[in-house]
């Protein structure tokens, strides 16, 4: 990919009179040259002294990569050059990327896809999603470079359809919303699941109650079989006696 091999600057110069800007494009020993834009001047090459940079704000974006750095002084700037900071975190990046792509992306069923919607439409409106989004949404923007992109994106698009034919999601030209009709399933689902729970809890119980009342009726059979074989010995010696 070519926007990962970039390393290149650029430099804007705002807070110029008229409201105007500088987008840098060299420098020399006066000062700063390039083009300065403005609602009431035309585009046209000038050049602003070093002296005269100091009043004036100064952002400069390293595109390192498939990374912006933005720094608001030349100060910054210099520091984070001289220390290779950029490159230092982008090879940590790499690693943390190298790292999670060993992992393999799990697949989220659907009732945890539209949870996420519907809190997505809660806090704002007009929320809309498509398989890319809910993918970065659940996964974080490192799945798209992780191996196994393609098939999650297949599975995120099969799985917002699924969701529009059973009438949760309303489909627009592949841009997802939320129906009201999620929260009927989503309170359905969580109803079947407390049933399921309390069925596995009350079957637990009987379990339990079950091996309590076995081992109450082994010990009961266990001191009957104990006090019939003590009365069994006590006979047969009295009769012992008897006979001699």
Not at 56 to 61: D, G, M
Not at 174 to 202: F, M
Request: aromatic share 8%.
């Amino acid at each position: 990919m070519a926007g990962a091999q970039q390393d290149c600057y650029s430099a804007v110069v705002t807070g110029l009179p008229g409201d105007r800007h500088m987008i840098v494009s060299s420098s020399n020993s006066i000062g700063v040259v390039g083009r300065v834009f403005g609602p009431d001047a035309p585009a046209e090459t000038q050049t602003i002294p070093w002296g005269d940079l100091e009043a004036l704000n100064v952002e400069i974006t390293h595109f390192l990569g498939t990374h912006d750095f933005k720094f608001r002084s030349p100060r910054k700037f210099l520091w984070a050059h001289i220390s290779k900071w950029p490159w230092m975190y982008r090879l940590v990046q790499r690693v943390r990327q190298a790292f999670f792509n060993r992992k393999k992306l799990v697949r989220v069923d659907r009732m945890r896809a539209l949870r996420h919607l519907v809190e997505e439409r809660i806090g704002r409106r007009d929320a809309r999603c498509s398989p890319v989004q809910l993918v970065a949404e659940l996964h974080t923007f490192r799945a798209f470079h992780h191996p196994n992109i393609d098939e999650q994106l297949g599975y995120a698009a099969l799985l917002l359809d699924s969701l529009v034919a059973s009438g949760d999601l309303s489909n627009n030209q592949g841009s997802y919303a939320v129906s009201p009709k999620a929260l009927v399933t989503l309170a359905q689902y969580d109803e079947d699941n407390r049933r399921h729970r309390d069925n596995k809890t009350i079957q637990w119980l009987i379990v339990r109650l079950t091996i309590i009342l076995a081992i109450a009726a082994a010990i009961e059979a266990w001191d009957i079989a104990s006090k019939w074989g003590a009365k069994s010995v006590a006979e047969q010696t009295h009769a012992a006696r008897r006979d001699a």
